[in-house]
């Protein structure tokens, strides 16, 4: 089992920077890569950016160039910089570990951080 709890959100306006954090606990030995997603209100949730173990990115078109994921494997902790943030934004956002032990795969999910762009 993989504990997730993330920080860092908050109301910022358009054109800010926010910068999240996700710090992971329990089973991280077998976490194969880290994502973020966010929800916004009516909407379902979507990937934002993703990283594996071995430092892969992937992101949305939506925020290619203005948001930036890493990871600290020493630290087991996952971060989200969003820069030149839009009203579009804003949403809930989520930490979530893909994890990996032996042929079988699970997923982990963080309680979410509020994130509010203003115009």
């Known amino acids: 089992q993989v504990q997730l709890r993330e920080s860092g959100g908050g109301l910022v306006q358009a054109g800010g920077s926010l910068r999240l954090s996700c710090l992971a606990s329990?089973?991280?030995?077998?976490?194969?890569?880290m994502h973020w997603y966010r929800q916004a209100p009516g909407k379902q949730r979507e990937l934002v950016a993703g990283?594996?173990?071995?430092?892969?990115?992937t992101y949305a078109d939506s925020v290619k160039g203005r948001f930036t994921i890493s990871r600290d494997n020493a630290k087991s902790a996952v971060y989200l910089q969003m820069n030149s943030l839009r009203p579009e934004d804003t949403g809930v956002y989520y930490c979530?570990?893909?994890?990996?032990?032996?042929?079988?795969?699970?997923?982990?999910w963080g309680q979410g951080t509020q994130v509010t762009v203003s115009s």
């Open positions: 990283v594996t173990t071995g430092g892969t990115t």
């Open positions: 329990g089973s991280i030995g077998t976490i194969n890569a």
């Open positions: 979530y570990a893909l994890s990996r032990t032996g042929f079988s795969f699970s997923g982990s």
